[in-house]
């Protein structure tokens, strides 16, 4: 974390702490949302994400069977997203198959999930992982939604 200290007419304050990583940025914003309930993808929605954006995805718990129902995949995450079909051992070594093989434990915990790897992808690169998957609700009850967000960097 990045502690900024502005100088001000003679005088030191503090502005602001600055995340480095978006793992946490993303889970502060859903953690503010969430007092007593899980927020709803209209209010994640609602929130600004700026160059975090790219990376974001959400999934419809209600119509995700076999795979996960997209209702949005930022640029930057979809080119994570290669879908191979069940079976297919390359389905292990994508991305974003990764990340979302934590959803359903994200679900059931009703809490942030968060996973980190360094995965080696069917075309020979290792790429360093990180993802965290985060429930919402439309009824504040209920688990309905995932949104989630990810990045790699090659190593």
């Given at each position: 974390m990045k502690l900024e200290v502005l100088e001000a007419a003679g005088r030191k304050t503090t502005?602001?702490?600055t995340e480095r990583r978006l793992t946490e940025r993303i889970r502060n914003k859903w953690a503010r949302l969430s007092d007593d309930k899980l927020?709803?993808?209209?209010?994640?929605?609602?929130?600004?994400?700026?160059?975090?954006?790219?990376?974001?995805?959400?999934?419809?718990?209600?119509?995700?069977?076999?795979?996960?129902?997209?209702?949005f995949m930022g640029d930057a995450i979809a080119r994570y997203s290669t879908a191979y079909p069940m079976g297919d051992p390359r389905r292990e070594k994508t991305l974003l198959d990764t990340a979302m093989a934590k959803m359903d434990e994200a679900?059931?915990?009703?809490?942030?999930?968060?996973?980190?790897?360094?995965?080696?992808?069917?075309?020979?690169?290792?790429?360093?992982?990180?993802?965290?998957?985060?429930?919402?609700?439309?009824?504040g009850q209920d688990v309905t939604h995932?949104?989630?967000?990810?990045?790699?960097?090659?190593?």
């Amino acid at each position: 974390m990045k502690l900024e200290v502005l100088e001000a007419a003679g005088r030191k304050t503090t502005s602001r702490i600055t995340e480095r990583r978006l793992t946490e940025r993303i889970r502060n914003k859903w953690a503010r949302l969430s007092d007593d309930k899980l927020p709803s993808l209209q209010e994640i929605e609602a929130l600004n994400f700026g160059p975090d954006w790219p990376f974001c995805f959400a999934v419809d718990m209600r119509l995700s069977d076999i795979f996960p129902y997209f209702l949005f995949m930022g640029d930057a995450i979809a080119r994570y997203s290669t879908a191979y079909p069940m079976g297919d051992p390359r389905r292990e070594k994508t991305l974003l198959d990764t990340a979302m093989a934590k959803m359903d434990e994200a679900a059931l915990a009703r809490a942030p999930v968060e996973f980190n790897d360094i995965k080696q992808l069917d075309d020979g690169r290792r790429v360093a992982f990180r993802s965290i998957l985060l429930p919402l609700s439309e009824n504040g009850q209920d688990v309905t939604h995932i949104f989630g967000a990810a990045k790699g960097r090659n190593v």
